[in-house]
């Protein structure tokens, strides 16, 4: 083990039902008093023209409201930039920030709602408990599931120099309302590569060094769900949403009482020089990662039938030697996803040659 002794964090609250959406209101006024009376809303770009689903929010004359474009991962740049403009909104801070969205916009609500009562760059928050104060109370309402960024401490963010989680006790939500009416626009290609996300960090789980009863419990109970769920055809999209939803939060865990693996670090090297979104990115590794994980990928190759997904193939083809280079070394960087995947001695199984040849094979 990697760091041998951590008590771990989870969300505060927990709201889970159909039409939990109309008590949002409710959960952020008990958070508001005299001075601190007004909220940001962080809300994935997806909705910035459904106005039934606007018009439903509780946002209020004094709020805040960013619309996060989801075509590039959370940047370090961005919760800064997120970050100043809160503070200069009113003389007060923010009594809640919310986050609904996917993955990359619970990530920014996290960070950003961390990084107004912190200061200077979050680049430099980049790695394990280097935040110093508590952030502001942060709800996550998850629109599309399998992140379980909804439950970890982890806010994963792209720097100038490494993706990075900030990692921390505070960097958990500490409230979570879920409502699956939410996802039910989402298309069935995000649906497939968030939700192999789940599965992925359930498999890395499972595989890993590190797991633990209480890992293996989460991870085995989540990819039930989640191989139920993709390997059936569910005449109402709500369960199946519902279903992912909870798939999603037992990921979260499963990840939080083990650690991902070779796919993840593999998939940092893709997000990080060819900004692969983290779902795709996980899905074209892990399409070569036949020999680490053969169970995982033959359940995986038989979902990715059944739901007639392309994963993307050739997109390292353009790429320089030292583009290459760059991606190994990222990956090769992740220490603890190794450690997780191999043991203390992971360098003995693995070389930056093999990592070399599998991103030629992408
Ligand atoms: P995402 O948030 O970008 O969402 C995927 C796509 O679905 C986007 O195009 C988004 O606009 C769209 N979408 C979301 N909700 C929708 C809805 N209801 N209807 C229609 N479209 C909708 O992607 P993701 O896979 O959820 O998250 C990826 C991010 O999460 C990455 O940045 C990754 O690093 C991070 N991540 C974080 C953790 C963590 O522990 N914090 C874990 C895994 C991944
Ligand atoms: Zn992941």
Not at 49 to 67: A, C, M, Q, W, Y
Not at 122 to 128: C, E, I, P, V
Request: glycine letters at 8%; hydrophobic letters at 35%; a negative charge.
């Amino acid at each position: 083990m990697l760091y041998d002794f951590r008590s771990f964090v989870n969300p505060g609250h927990y709201a889970f039902g159909k039409g939990n959406l109309k008590h949002l209101g409710e959960l952020i006024d008990r958070r508001k008093n005299k001075t601190n009376d007004w909220t940001v809303f962080m809300i994935d770009h997806f909705f910035q023209d459904k106005k039934e689903t606007l018009d439903r929010l509780p946002i209020g004359e004094k709020d805040l409201v960013f619309f996060i474009d989801t075509k590039d991962e959370p940047k370090t740049t961005l919760v800064n930039k997120y970050r100043d403009q809160i503070l200069a909104h009113q003389s007060t801070l923010p009594a809640v920030v919310i986050g609904m969205g996917g993955g990359t916009t619970m990530d920014y609500a996290k960070a950003t709602g961390l990084m107004v009562t912190n200061e200077g760059d979050s680049k430099d928050y980049q790695g394990l408990d280097k935040i110093k104060n508590e952030g502001i109370y942060t709800i996550v309402i998850p629109t599309v599931s399998g992140t379980g960024a909804e439950v970890s401490m982890t806010a994963v963010l792209s720097g100038p120099e490494k993706k990075l989680g900030i990692k921390c006790d505070y960097t958990i939500p500490n409230e979570v309302l879920f409502d699956p009416e939410l996802l039910s626009t989402v298309t069935d290609e995000d649906r497939f590569f968030t939700g192999m996300d789940n599965y992925i960090h359930n498999v890395e789980s499972l595989n890993g060094t590190w797991i633990t009863s209480m890992g293996k419990a989460f991870a085995e109970k989540s990819n039930e769900i989640c191989v139920d769920v993709f390997m059936n055809k569910y005449p109402d999209r709500l369960e199946a949403d519902e279903k992912m939803m909870v798939a999603s939060i037992m990921g979260g865990n499963s990840i939080t009482y083990a650690q991902v693996g070779v796919c993840h670090a593999l998939s940092y090297g893709l997000a990080v020089v060819l900004e692969t979104h983290h779902g795709v990115a996980n899905c074209i590794a892990f399409n070569q990662l036949e020999q680490y994980y053969p169970e995982g990928y033959k359940q995986f190759k038989e979902m990715q039938a059944f739901q007639g997904v392309d994963i993307p193939k050739g997109i390292t083809a353009g790429c320089s030697d030292e583009d290459l280079d760059r991606m190994v070394d990222v990956a090769w960087a992740n220490e603890h996803m190794w450690n997780n995947a191999f043991g203390p001695e992971w360098e003995k199984h693995i070389s930056k040659a093999e990592l070399k040849e599998l991103y030629k094979k992408m």
